[in-house]
């Protein structure tokens, strides 16, 4: 009996657990360039104790990853706002370090400086970064990132791609940290950026809210039930003790 509370126990822990992911990822619906954080979920055996053969199955807590699915596009035909074509990322300088982000609302500082949504300076391929001309009218941005001002190339926006796997942290809503260094992207042919336009989240609201009330559900049903063995155990106990 015991062995059955905590494996509902478990799946409390792991239907928390997602509840915080798609309340996040609610919350960031209209976020830009926002991509929605998924759950993995595992099955954990453990031996019981009174048979060595006899096994238990929990639910682990579960290991987040990114869905990397394209947000739609929204023209808005400023010169400053730019998207990704393809699974890349832009980096950005932020005091927490380098961070990549989908956001490509960008602007200018007064000094030219061309820097994101938030403020933090954008960074070319080499990771330094990237100032314009503000006097030399509004830029030309090609497929492949490259910056142009009064017909000459003047910076590039570097594109880059990271293993997510070891594990990545969020940044002010669509920027991430990574464990492991982001790489520039080279020789990719699937991987383009796109001028006069804004990449939306590619949280889907209708899923999301359908899977916020499944899992209340679920936590609500192990709830009931973890409250019914609890009360069964005790009075078992009571029966027992009152038996001798």
Known sequence: MQSGLYVALSSQI?????L??????????????????EVKFDEV?????????????????????????????????NPLDVTIRGDAWFAIETPAGQALTRDGRFSLTPNGDLVSSRGYPVLDAGGAPIQLDRTA???????????????RVVGSLGLFEADLNPGYLRYDNSGILTTAAAQPVVDRHDVSVLQGY?????????????????VNRAFEGISSLIRDSENSFSEA????????
């Open 14 to 18: 792991a239907l928390e657990r997602r």
């Open 20 to 37: 915080t992911t798609v309340a996040d990822n609610i919350a960031n619906m209209n976020t830009a360039g926002f991509r929605s954080t």
């Open 45 to 77: 055996m453990a031996r019981t104790g009174g048979d060595l053969n006899a096994s238990v199955a929990f639910v682990s807590q579960g290991n987040d990853y990114l869905n990397t699915r394209q947000g739609g596009f929204v023209k808005t035909d």
């Open 137 to 151: 009218g509004a830029p030309d941005i090609g497929a492949d990132g490259r910056i142009y001002q009064a017909g």
């Open 198 to 214: 804004v990449e939306e989240s590619n949280v889907n609201a209708i899923g999301e809210m359908t899977q916020l009330i499944q």
């Open 237 to 244: 106990i009571k029966t027992l003790g009152g038996s001798r």
